[in-house]
């Protein structure tokens, strides 16, 4: 049974060659191909595409080569590095958000170069449809510096709020659930909220819901049958813009997946 386990997957094409599941193919999956070189080892057998020939060698490298520095599964990022403009393009797709109300492009004042300023009063943006999480594994990361408890910084037009400070203590939680009666919202214990920069994520891995702050797991359960729509996303509020959930601060690199990554 084993060795049909491993026949299963030599000949299986690859996807993509992210080995360590860290949302970017670079130096790190090279080094793991280096360490198997010459042998046998169908989980990086990858060329030729798309089967491979049962030996780790230049073949592999050639076809890790057209998937260096890029991120499998990308499905939207929102670099947030303008200067000036009512866009804030979507480097990844087409699916660029609106600036609504009057926030500021901050060129210098970001973790990964610019950032934006949201006022905390009417200040958001507004995306086409991006991702529906009831059909599909998804990853989300963004920057944040500010907020405070209630506010939101990513939601679902009439759907769910997706990254929320809770409104007691501005620890992150998220409010995308289940249907059944038993679904309930996520909630960690860390604050995101304290003015400095911190990272932020929500991972759905199957029936696995795991939020993530600055790279560490902050809190996780399992929950099928996510709630979701075909609408687009609110960068910056919630899901029905109610008073006190506009965000108050810096938002960064917003990233969406349509696959779990591991920070």
């Known amino acids: 049974a084993e060795g049909a386990g491993l026949m299963a997957q030599a000949i299986a ?17 090279m080094t793991v191909i280096v360490d198997h070189w010459g042998q ?27 998937y260096l520095f890029t991120e499998p599964g990308l499905i939207a990022h929102f670099k947030l590095d303008e200067t000036e403009g009512i866009v804030a393009r979507d480097s990844a797709s087409l699916d660029d958000a609106d600036l609504i109300g009057s926030p500021l492009w901050q060129p210098d004042a970001g973790i990964v170069d610019g950032a934006l300023l949201l006022d905390g009063a009417d200040d958001y943006l507004a995306t086409d449809f991006i991702l529906n999480p009831t059909v599909e ?22 759907g769910a709020n997706w990254l929320v400070a809770d409104p007691s203590e501005g620890n992150l939680m998220t409010e995308l659930k289940s249907t059944a009666r038993a679904g309930k919202p996520l909630q960690s214990q860390t604050i995101i909220t304290d003015g400095i920069w911190h990272r932020i994520g929500l991972v759905r891995d199957g029936s696995l819901r795991t939020l993530y702050v600055d790279g560490l797991v902050a809190a996780e359960d399992t929950q099928d049958n996510l709630g979701g729509s075909d609408s687009g996303l609110y960068i910056g509020t919630g899901r029905s813009m109610e008073s006190g959930t506009y965000f108050s601060g810096l938002i960064d690199d917003l990233r969406i997946y349509n696959r779990p990554v591991t920070p």
């Open 137 to 158: 594994s998804f990853s989300i990361f963004a920057w944040i510096k500010g907020g405070a408890p209630g506010q939101v910084i990513l939601s679902q037009t009439g």
């Open 13 to 29: 094409p690859v996807s993509s060659p992210d080995f360590n599941a860290d949302g970017i193919v670079d130096s790190a999956d």
């Open 40 to 66: 046998n080892y169908p989980l990086v057998d990858i060329g030729p595409a798309p089967f491979g020939d049962h030996i780790i060698d230049v073949q592999d490298l050639i076809v890790l080569s057209e």
